[in-house]
C-alpha cells in the first residue's frame, strides 16, 4: 500500500471536482482495511468509494481511504434462488450485467446506476420500482473504531426510501467490506409498470420479449436518453430525493397544478418527482458559469467543466429555497455533501 500525498481526487467523483485530499490510499481486501484503521484515528479518515453520490466543496486534510476489493461467490443456491456475496469494490451497474449473463433475477431495473456495490446499501439505491432492500439479504462491514467485522440483516439496516441506518445511527461508523444478494434464477418477477419501461418495450427492436435482459437494455435506453453520462459530464445522478407528501396535501396542490404526476406510497402518502418540481420553478436547463442543472433531466445537477463544489452547493441551495417558497415542500440532497 503506498500512501500518496496532496493528491488529487477528480477522477475519483463522478462531479469531476478537482479537490485534493491530504493523502490518498487504496486498499484492495478487508485484511487491509483493518490494517490501515490500526494505523490511522478514525477521525484521519476519509472513506472513499465509487465516488458517485458525493459533492466535495473543498479540499479534504484527511486521508483518503479508497475501497477496491474485487470478488464475487456463490454463498448458496437451489433451483430457484441464488446467493451472491459481492466485494464492496466492484462497480454496480457492471455487477448488473454480470447477474443477467448467469440469468439472476432481480436487480435488473437498477441497471446503469453509477457507484460500487459496497455503498448501494448505505443509500438503499432504487429505480424504476425496485430498491436494493427487495434483493438485500446481509452485509458485512468493519467497525471503524474497534475494527471488528460484523454483519447486518436487512432488519438490522433499517432501511427506508434512500435511507438506511449507515446515513443515520450508524453514519461515518463502518465500512462495508461486502453484500449479499439473494436473486431468483427462473420464475423472475419482471417489473415493467414503473415510468416509462413498458413504452421502451413496447418499439421494435424489442420484438415484443420481457426478460431480465430486455427491461435491462430497456432502463439503459431510458436513462441513456435522460441521463448525462458522468465521463462527459461531471455530476452524481439524481442530486435530490423526491418527496413524499400527504394525499391531503397532494390535493392542495393539485388545485394550482392539476397535471402534477405523482406515485402512490400508501394509502396516506404519495410521491411526487423532484425533477418536475424543479422543472416546474423553472431551473431546467439553468447554467451559472459551469454550475448548471442539465437541460433534459432537472433532478441532475452538473459540471461543465471548472464548476467548483461550492458552485454546486450554492445553485442546490437555490432550488431548495424556491421550491419552498413556490411549493412549500423542502427538498432534500440525496447526495452527500462533504
Known sequence: MEIKKDYSLKLHNTFGLNVKAKQYLAVSSTEEIKHVLKRFY??????????????????????????????????????????????????????????????????????????????????????????????????????????????????????????????????GQYIITSVDFILTKRKHELKTTYGAIQEELSKVKYRGEVSIKSISDAVIAIRESKLPNPKEIGNSGSFFKNPVVDKSYLDYIQKSYPEVPFYKINDQQVKIPAGWLI????????????????????????????????????????????????????????????
Open 42 to 171: 478514525a477521525s484521519e479518515l476519509f472513506i472513499l468509494s465509487g465516488g458517485s453520490n458525493m459533492l466535495l466543496t473543498k479540499d479534504l486534510d484527511k486521508t483518503v481511504l479508497h475501497i477496491q476489493n474485487l470478488g464475487k461467490q456463490i454463498i448458496e443456491e437451489d433451483e430457484n434462488k441464488v446467493r451472491v456475496r459481492v466485494q464492496a469494490g466492484e462497480n454496480w451497474h457492471q455487477f448488473v450485467l454480470w447477474c443477467i449473463e448467469q440469468n439472476y433475477g432481480g436487480i435488473e431495473n437498477l441497471s446503469l446506476i453509477p457507484g460500487c456495490v459496497g455503498t448501494s446499501p448505505i443509500q438503499n439505491i432504487g429505480a424504476y420500482g425496485v430498491e436494493l432492500k427487495d434483493v438485500f439479504h446481509s452485509c458485512k462491514a468493519v467497525h471503524i473504531q474497534s475494527v471488528n467485522e460484523e454483519e447486518f440483516t436487512k432488519v438490522d439496516c433499517q432501511f427506508g426510501y434512500r435511507n438506511s441506518i449507515f446515513k443515520n445511527k450508524a453514519k
Open 279 to 338: 422543472e416546474k420553478a423553472g431551473f431546467k436547463g439553468m447554467r451559472i458559469n459551469d454550475a448548471g442543472v442539465h437541460k433534459k433531466q432537472a433532478l441532475v445537477l452538473v459540471n461543465y467543466g471548472n464548476a467548483t463544489g461550492a458552485e454546486i452547493l450554492a445553485l442546490a441551495q437555490q432550488i431548495q429555497k424556491e421550491i419552498q417558497q413556490q411549493f412549500k415542500i423542502q427538498l432534500e440532497a440525496e447526495v452527500n455533501i462533504i
